[in-house]
């Protein structure tokens, strides 16, 4: 009998080739480290394609597509302020060195907006494992918003010794808050949480499902492809004898697979 066609269903095999070749992309990147030029875009482009397909093997690609036009868009113009010498804002003064690929409009690399499709919709998959037991509760939905947001929080307090001292993707310029994090400003932290929240105002009422059936069984999807960036990050770091980066990379990934798999199991 054929399917309804507003029911996503994407074909098993090419979704499962991505996830392949994300595979290996992440394990060229341990083994073959001199090719990171060509396996640092390739693997923030593959993993925002199967999060996009992951996401699609649940909701109609229309809505799918917009969402992670809005986070690309939104996450991007954000980052594109920041980069501005006369803005600097919401992240604060930051600089984009070659190593991060090509250049949008001569401000930010390409890959950044893919990285924020990455970022917002795996760490909300992770934030639906962790509530699961809480999903008929009333304000359910502000929660999953909550938490999500801490999570993107999460992931860039791993990514950005990573991406500053390891990769040197990016460099923090001096700003006059003396506390930092291996040198990046809090306001960075404020900042992307700020901007996850609004990413996530805008793309949530094309995530949630207009007609929802039987309750679907977890999806450890987005839980496997966020312990994929955290454990590259932690490796990273202490490839480059940053041991305490790479330790609270570490703690970041035990804890939220603690609190993912015991919500899944409620």
Same mark, same amino acid.
């Given at each position: 009998?054929?399917?309804? &066609?507003?029911?996503?269903?994407?074909?098993?095999?090419f979704?499962w080739?991505? *996830?392949?070749?994300?595979?290996? +992309?992440f394990?060229?990147?341990?083994?073959?480290?001199?090719?990171?030029?060509?396996l640092?875009?390739?693997?923030?482009? /593959?993993?925002?394609?199967?999060?996009?397909?992951? #996401?699609?093997?649940?909701?109609? /690609?229309? *809505?799918?597509?917009?969402? +992670?036009?809005?986070?690309?868009?939104?996450?991007? /113009?954000?980052?594109?302020?920041?980069?501005?010498?006369?803005v600097?804002?919401?992240?604060?003064?930051?600089?984009?060195?070659p190593?991060?690929? +090509?250049?949008?409009?001569?401000t930010?690399?390409?890959?950044?907006?893919?990285?924020?499709?990455?970022?917002?919709?795996?760490?909300?998959?992770?934030?639906?494992l962790?509530?699961?037991?809480?999903?008929?509760?009333?304000?359910?939905?502000y =929660? $999953?918003?909550? #938490?999500?947001a801490?999570?993107?929080?999460?992931?860039?307090?791993?990514?950005?010794?990573?991406? =500053?001292?390891?990769?040197?993707f990016?460099?923090w310029?001096? !700003?006059?808050?003396?506390? !930092?994090?291996?040198g990046?400003?809090?306001?960075?932290?404020?900042? =992307?949480?700020?901007?996850?929240? #609004?990413? $996530?105002?805008f793309?949530?009422?094309?995530?949630?499902?207009?007609?929802?059936?039987?309750?679907? +069984?977890?999806?450890f999807?987005?839980?496997?492809? =966020? #312990?994929? &960036?955290?454990? $590259?990050?932690?490796?990273?770091?202490?490839?480059?004898?940053?041991?305490w980066?790479?330790?609270v990379?570490?703690?970041?990934?035990?804890?939220?697979?603690?609190?993912?798999?015991?919500?899944?199991?409620?």
């Amino acid at each position: 009998m054929p399917q309804p &066609a507003n029911k996503p269903n994407p074909p098993r095999f090419f979704f499962w080739t991505l *996830n392949a070749l994300l595979g290996l +992309a992440f394990l060229g990147e341990f083994l073959a480290p001199h090719f990171s030029s060509v396996l640092d875009p390739a693997i923030i482009t /593959l993993a925002a394609v199967v999060t996009v397909a992951a #996401l699609h093997r649940q909701l109609p /690609l229309q *809505n799918v597509l917009l969402a +992670a036009l809005i986070a690309a868009l939104i996450g991007g /113009l954000a980052h594109g302020m920041s980069a501005a010498r006369d803005v600097a804002i919401p992240f604060g003064p930051i600089f984009f060195d070659p190593a991060g690929g +090509a250049k949008i409009f001569n401000t930010i690399p390409w890959t950044v907006p893919l990285l924020w499709i990455v970022a917002i919709f795996n760490a909300r998959g992770v934030a639906r494992l962790i509530l699961r037991p809480w999903r008929k509760v009333k304000n359910y939905g502000y =929660w $999953l918003i909550g #938490l999500t947001a801490a999570l993107v929080v999460a992931f860039d307090f791993a990514l950005e010794p990573f991406a =500053w001292h390891v990769k040197h993707f990016w460099r923090w310029l001096p !700003t006059k808050i003396a506390v !930092t994090w291996q040198g990046t400003a809090l306001l960075d932290f404020f900042g =992307w949480a700020f901007v996850a929240l #609004l990413i $996530l105002a805008f793309a949530t009422p094309s995530l949630i499902k207009k007609q929802p059936g039987r309750q679907s +069984a977890p999806d450890f999807h987005p839980l496997a492809l =966020w #312990l994929g &960036a955290l454990l $590259l990050f932690a490796a990273g770091c202490a490839g480059a004898g940053l041991w305490w980066p790479a330790g609270v990379d570490a703690a970041i990934a035990v804890v939220t697979t603690v609190f993912a798999v015991r919500g899944a199991k409620w």
